[in-house]
């Protein structure tokens, strides 16, 4: 059971726009940034937001990341079929004192 | 370019050790944090131990703690995990994971993992 709770889950069309949720609680996300990551089948995650809405650097602006309260979100908009891959949002926890992380979401392009 | 490679994966029979290292190149690793962050066969992430840019901190999963320590050599741009006592729950692929900044939580480039299976 992950600490930070995403859906299993996402689907979407091409050209269309989806979110990803992920709720957690006072001592991870409500005191601290959120950050996503994606991962393609077979590959090493990779670095998509930081610090809740910050892109690094290569990464497309049609991903978006917000975070209101205890929760977060990850948005992403023209949807493309190379954006099918496995989200995983991430904080750090001051009770467990160590990052955390949502059980992921799968996301579909149809 | 940052490269994270990570090496020492294999089979190692239940309460047996196995000693991870992660060789960096392409960036000042003695300026940055870093993580071992692992994934059980079709599961989600987990990370498992980080450590300052000093090794003055170390933390650890609860999962972990106590059976696994983790070092940085920054002169040899080198980051190890020795992993005590495995378990089956152990199994899964590594990965070497380092951090934007000095603090351990964004995890800006990753290796290509190393897979380490814990069974009889």
């Known amino acids: 059971q992950s600490v930070l709770t995403q859906p299993p889950s996402a689907s979407g069309t091409p050209g269309q726009r989806v979110t990803i949720s992920c709720s957690g609680s006072?001592?991870?996300?409500?005191?601290?940034?959120v950050n996503w990551y994606h991962q393609l089948p077979g590959t090493a995650p990779k670095l998509l937001i930081y610090s809740n809405n910050q892109r690094p650097s290569g990464v497309p602006d049609r991903f978006s990341g917000s975070k209101s309260g205890t929760s977060a979100s990850l948005a992403i908009s023209g949807l493309q079929s190379e954006d099918e891959a496995d989200y995983y949002c991430a904080a750090w926890d001051d009770s467990l004192i160590g990052p955390v992380f949502g059980g992921g979401t799968k996301l579909t392009v149809l | 370019e940052v490269q994270l490679l990570e090496s020492g994966g294999g089979l190692v029979q239940p309460g047996g050790s196995l000693r991870l290292s992660c060789a960096a190149s392409g960036f000042t690793f003695s300026s940055y944090a870093m993580s071992w962050v692992r994934q059980a066969p079709g599961k989600g992430l987990e990370w498992v131990s980080g450590?300052?840019?000093?090794?003055?901190?170390?933390y650890y999963a609860d999962s972990v703690k106590g059976r696994f320590t983790i070092s940085r050599d920054n002169s040899k741009n080198t980051l190890c995990l020795q992993m005590n006592s495995l378990r089956a729950e152990d199994t899964a692929v590594y990965y070497c994971?380092?951090?934007?900044?000095?603090?351990?939580?964004?995890?800006?480039?990753w290796g290509q993992g190393a897979l380490v299976t814990v069974s009889s």
């Open positions: 994971a380092k951090d934007r900044g000095a603090t351990i939580s964004q995890f800006d480039y």
């Open positions: 006072s001592s991870n996300i409500g005191s601290n940034t």
């Open positions: 450590i300052s840019v000093s090794a003055g901190g170390t």
